[in-house]
């Protein structure tokens, strides 16, 4: 065969790594991408015109070359990301090396793993699809490269026979991997963690809140979390999901305080009228889980603090479900101790001048503080405020700026000022994120939370009431609470944003959520449940490593035989019709032996069935027809109706079957 690789098998072996990495070549720097895919096409151009291998030397210089360019295109930092990158920069550089069979049989092996390292990145269901793919592309790599090392240029029947072998293999290992994934042995805790970021700080609420952040996660339209209630979710105006409370103000951004670390002086307690739900939280790097006002208890591995965040022990790196009880009618902390009191006024005092001189205006004209707060809703919404997502950054005075000249905004410049002019006006303040409302599954029964969801509101202290709701967005724009921020984001009218195909997505999400439950949700206690459903209720794990052992070999035996017993259909119509006699045949007990000849098989039966010239006419025919110089297709058509109408009898009994 020489050492020339026959471009059909470097091509399948080619499109198996590639497949493998395209999630990865997306995410990875652009001149990273570029390299490995110059590397693969070089390749397949070798392969086409025959070019020989690089030398030694330069084999080397290149490969380190890549890796001082994946050093220093990660910043020397070492995570999932640059390991998967290095990957599948050592693959490339293979090319420079793929000129034997084993080379061959590493790269499309190594494809299978490279599929399933996108995994530690993202477990949506739209990624089985692409592990699919790339699994029959990889297997269909490696059956190509068998038919070259057996001696053949190409595989028998081409492309869509390697096709149709490939996906006969896919659909045979299926049964294997469904026993696998029932049976192994689950495991309370993973055998190791994810660092802490994994999905590249794509998602999520940040711990600080400045102009134009919660404005990126409008664009964002990924779920955020799902939530499960009984029949019907709370009212709307119940449905803000506490996430990060800020407290400290430098004049441009809002941040956490020390009070995370704290707990509440005073449970939430229970009532008659709490919310309970369960949480299905996608992964979000961050420790916070989100709820309702006010939760009562906190999750497992999970902790509520002073100013009632949930924070978990660990970020949020998979798929998380938690459940969740919260009392809508607690009193916030009724007491307002000194240090926070001082902490909930603290402002800068060389910025914003018109808005602390109007704060204290209104605190002149107003003793009491609801009363105050009720008239800024009230200016707010009866001067010209306008919400849009499409503003203008704050300078300096921020809350000046966009209170008395731009007056356009989102949640986000609403809320900050105004915190600032209750501050001002001596009453206590701070900023809560996290989402508000969602979409109500009807079919689902649950409500979905898209990172668009995402909302700024403040809290104000009253004596009696403690910390209080107030949403100065509802005050200029009613619509954002009730209808959500799709309903006032024009900017966002477009093919991609139309109303059937975000329909089409919520319907999708779906199946999202059965895949999260029944698949990804599979753990050690649902798998416990369904073995009690078997009638196991207590299968130790020694116990499911012998039943997946059983199940295995009961599945792999049952494809056994379904492989051994299969006969793989003749292209040739000629061929097919010969073999169909050979089974009509056999059924009567007058089949053919192994090591007979077409004609000595019809000497043989000749003395034992009727119309013996017949068939000795049809042996002919098929003899002549199948291993002559060539036969046009009127004679074969006439020896496929023959053979079909062909029926004989035995002018013998049964009992001397001849086999």
Not at 339 to 347: E, G, I, K
């Amino acid at each position: 065969m020489g050492d020339r690789l026959p471009l059909t098998a470097v091509a399948w072996t080619l499109g198996a790594f590639l497949v493998a990495a395209i999630p990865h070549l997306l995410a990875m720097p652009q001149v990273l991408a570029g390299v490995v895919v110059a590397a693969c096409i070089w390749r397949l151009l070798a392969s086409r015109y025959d070019w020989r291998a690089p030398p030694g030397w330069l084999r080397v210089t290149l490969t380190l070359v890549v890796i001082a360019l994946l050093l220093v295109s990660y910043g020397g930092e070492w995570g999932r990301r640059s390991a998967t990158g290095l990957l599948c920069l050592m693959l490339a550089a293979k090319m420079m090396e793929l000129w034997r069979i084993r080379d061959l049989r590493l790269v499309a092996s190594v494809s299978f793993f490279l599929v399933a390292t996108q995994f530690l990145f993202n477990e949506r269901l739209v990624y089985l699809g692409y592990l699919l793919a790339g699994a029959l592309v990889a297997i269909c790599a490696l059956y190509s490269i068998q038919a070259v090392e057996s001696g053949h240029r190409r595989a028998p029947g081409g492309s869509r026979s390697i096709l149709r072998n490939g996906a006969v293999m896919l659909l045979a290992a299926v049964p294997v991997a469904l026993v696998l994934f029932v049976t192994f042995p689950r495991l309370a805790q993973p055998l190791w963690g994810l660092p802490d970021e994994v999905m590249d700080g794509r998602t999520g609420l940040s711990d600080s809140m400045s102009p134009g952040a919660i404005a990126n996660l409008f664009a964002d339209d990924s779920p955020a979390f799902r939530a499960e209630f009984g029949d019907r979710p709370p009212p709307r105006e119940q449905l803000y999901w506490r996430g990060p409370v800020l407290w400290r103000f430098d004049g441009d951004t809002w941040e956490q305080a020390f009070l995370p670390t704290r707990v509440p002086a005073r449970p939430v307690p229970p009532s008659r009228d709490d919310y309970r739900y369960s949480v299905q939280l996608e992964p979000h790097e961050r420790h916070w889980l989100f709820a309702l006002d006010y939760p009562v208890s906190a999750p497992e591995n999970a902790r509520i603090s002073l100013d009632f965040q949930i924070t978990s022990r660990h970020p949020v790196t998979t798929l998380k479900r938690y459940e969740v009880r919260s009392n809508p009618e607690f009193t916030d902390m009724p007491e307002l101790s000194d240090p926070l009191r001082r902490l909930a006024l603290d402002l800068p005092g060389d910025r914003n001048p018109r808005t602390r001189a109007m704060a204290r205006e209104l605190r002149a004209r107003f003793d009491d503080d609801r009363e105050l707060v009720a008239y800024v809703l009230r200016w707010l919404s009866e001067e010209p405020f306008f919400y849009s997502l499409e503003t203008s950054p704050l300078a300096r005075h921020g809350a000046d700026e966009f209170l008395f000249d731009l007056r356009t905004g989102y949640c986000e410049y609403y809320a900050s000022a105004f915190a600032v002019m209750m501050r001002f006006a001596d009453i206590p303040a701070r900023i809560v994120t996290g989402y508000l409302g969602g979409y109500w599954q009807e079919n689902g029964g649950y409500m979905l939370v898209r990172n668009s969801d995402a909302h700024a509101w403040v809290e104000v202290w009253l004596d009696g009431s403690g910390w209080t709701r107030v949403d100065p967005t509802a005050a200029v724009s009613p619509e954002r609470v009730e209808s959500g921020s799709q309903s006032v984001s024009g900017a966002r009218d477009g093919l991609f944003e139309s109303e059937w195909l975000r329909d089409l997505r919520n319907r999708y999400d779906r199946l999202q959520y059965l895949w999260n439950n029944w698949v990804l949700g599979f753990d050690s206690d649902r798998q416990r449940r369904l073995m009690q459903w078997f009638g196991l209720p207590e299968v130790s794990r020694t116990g499911m490593a012998l039943i997946m052992i059983a199940a295995l070999a009961l599945v792999v035996s049952a494809l056994a035989w379904a492989w051994l017993g299969y006969r793989p259909r003749a292209a040739d119509p000629v061929q097919r019709a010969w073999q169909r006699l050979l089974v009509r045949m056999a059924r009567r007990g007058l089949g053919k032996r192994a090591q007979e000849s077409p004609r000595d098989w019809v000497e043989r039966l000749a003395p034992r069935i009727d119309h013996a010239g017949e068939l000795q006419a049809l042996v002919d025919d098929y003899c002549r027809i199948h291993y002559g110089p060539g036969t046009n297709r009127s004679q074969q058509q006439q020896f496929i109706e023959r053979s079909r109408r062909f029926r004989p009898r035995r002018t013998e009994p049964r009992g001397a079957t001849v086999v």
